[in-house]
């Protein structure tokens, strides 16, 4: 039962890069962007909105702080994943995100001062490794000739994004609750997504579009969150981010079924180097026994 809550996370996560996939076709990237925050924000509002007012001389001070962690982890993260959905596969999209706990472990160095075990450089090393031959779709020339996909490079950099924002999120300590901070960032992030909205194109919902929305907004951006967070609460933080290397794996079973997505040898190949390589960089040390004290 323990187990319930990240497992239920992930897969309603995995099932988000379909949505990211499915949405191009029916509404403008900037569109359900802003959809998504907004319908967020209006399903937390009836219980968050008294908490935060009440809070609002604390959170004053941290707006600044809170405005730029919306613009990463809100904005700038998950319209990049909307608009990468034209030219690249929600597997790819999936298995480029499952190097964002190593991408958050090297900006920890310099913004948390922490040090990168053995373990952790040698499982960069070999998830590099794998995303390259996933990239390259198992010959690197190709890659050297005509680089990666434009939605390839888009998931790079939403995975780099998202990093900072977890990291931030470490070095910014706020005397705030996690669902304060986060309808605070989504408030924010509503008013930023806005001029999105405004030129879009394709702005209407239509029937096709309405169902993508409102699962990007409550199970995606509601519902996976609070799971996560129970998650993390009864099997402690380490433990339940292990399960994040399942997201791939489910992404890519419900990509074959929903779109068609064909797995090529490359693709297990490379996805394997990728979660192993993000798994040991994952483990900790085993502590030193403490040596007995000699008697006299």
């Known amino acids: 039962m323990l187990y319930l809550f990240p497992l239920l996370t992930v897969s309603i ?22 959809y ?27 707006l600044p702080k809170l405005a730029f962690l919306a613009s990463l982890g809100m904005v700038l993260n998950q319209s990049l994943g909307y608009f990468a959905a034209e030219t690249t596969t929600a597997t ?72 900072l924002y977890c990291v931030l999120l470490k070095r910014w300590e706020m005397p705030l609750t996690n669902w304060q901070s ?21 702005v209407a919902i239509s029937n096709e579009a ?28 380490d433990r339940t981010a292990m399960f994040m290397n399942l997201m791939p794996v489910m992404t890519a079973v419900i990509a074959s079924f929903m779109l068609g997505e064909q797995l090529a040898s490359y693709h297990y190949i490379g996805g394997l180097m990728v979660l192993s390589g993000v798994a040991m960089a994952q483990r900790k040390p085993k502590a030193a026994k403490p040596t007995e004290l000699a008697t006299a």
């Open 13 to 34: 996560w995995a099932g988000n890069a379909i949505v990211n996939k499915m949405a191009f076709s029916v509404i403008d990237p900037g569109a359900i962007s802003f």
């Open 182 to 202: 986060v309808y605070s960032q989504g408030i924010l992030a509503v008013i930023m997504l806005t001029p999105m909205l405004l030129m879009s194109e394709r």
């Open 92 to 163: 790819n999209m999936a298995l480029i995100v499952s190097l964002v706990p190593l991408i958050s472990m090297f900006i920890s160095v310099p913004l948390l001062s922490q040090r990168l075990t053995p373990l952790a450089i040698v499982g960069a090393v070999l998830s590099l490794a794998g995303l390259v031959l996933m990239l390259s779709h198992g010959n690197i020339s190709n890659l050297l000739a005509q680089g990666i996909t434009k939605g390839d490079g888009m998931i790079l950099l939403a995975a780099f994004v998202y990093a």
């Open 36 to 62: 998504r925050w907004f319908f967020a924000m209006l399903v937390l509002t009836p219980f968050m909105a008294k908490s935060v007012w009440r809070a609002r001389q604390t959170i004053k001070p941290y």
């Open 210 to 237: 309405w169902p993508l929305i409102i699962y990007a907004a409550v199970p995606a951006s509601v519902i996976a969150p609070w799971c996560w967070l129970k998650g993390i609460q009864l099997l402690g933080a």
